[in-house]
């Protein structure tokens, strides 16, 4: 069986590891400072985050997720992370279970809920 998230005051951690920090008050999650590294390239170069995380901020009505890239800021909706993230099947006792973020998406200024192309195309 796989570790769950654990908090401890506004952090989230997976094992030892800190995903981040909890500010309700901005009703925001600032991730932990990301590097290339963290990119996973198998899904189209996105970052990824813990779905029991994920899950957890949905639950507390978190609007969004803040971090850095490279140093490169970027904020993203938590509902944007759910609905278009790419969930990872490789997990393990030592491999959190992840959705990833194509990068596009993370540094798209698009962060409205609805998507869906026009009728009428691009006149």
Same mark, same amino acid.
């Given at each position: 069986?796989?570790? %769950?998230? $654990? /908090? $401890?005051?506004?952090?989230?951690?997976?094992?030892? !590891? =800190?995903?981040?920090?909890?500010?309700? *008050? &901005? $009703?925001?999650?600032? /991730? @932990?400072?990301?590097? *290339?590294?963290?990119? !996973?390239?198998?899904?189209?170069?996105?970052?990824?985050?813990?779905?029991?995380?994920?899950?957890?901020?949905? &639950? /507390?009505?978190?609007?969004?997720? &803040?971090?850095? /890239?490279?140093?490169?800021?970027? =904020?993203? %909706? @938590? #509902?944007?992370?759910?609905?278009?993230?790419?969930?990872?099947?490789?997990? *393990? &006792?030592? @491999?959190?279970?992840? @959705?990833?973020?194509?990068? =596009?998406?993370? !540094?798209? #200024?698009?962060? $409205?809920?609805?998507?869906?192309?026009?009728?009428?195309?691009?006149?």
């Amino acid at each position: 069986m796989q570790a %769950r998230i $654990s /908090l $401890s005051g506004n952090n989230i951690y997976w094992r030892n !590891f =800190k995903w981040g920090t909890i500010f309700p *008050s &901005e $009703s925001t999650f600032q /991730l @932990v400072p990301r590097t *290339s590294k963290n990119i !996973f390239k198998l899904f189209g170069d996105g970052l990824g985050i813990n779905r029991d995380a994920l899950d957890l901020l949905s &639950e /507390l009505k978190i609007t969004y997720i &803040e971090g850095t /890239l490279n140093g490169k800021p970027f =904020k993203v %909706r @938590v #509902d944007k992370w759910i609905r278009k993230g790419i969930p990872s099947p490789y997990t *393990s &006792e030592k @491999v959190d279970p992840q @959705v990833v973020l194509k990068l =596009k998406d993370i !540094f798209s #200024d698009d962060d $409205s809920g609805d998507n869906q192309p026009s009728l009428f195309g691009n006149a």
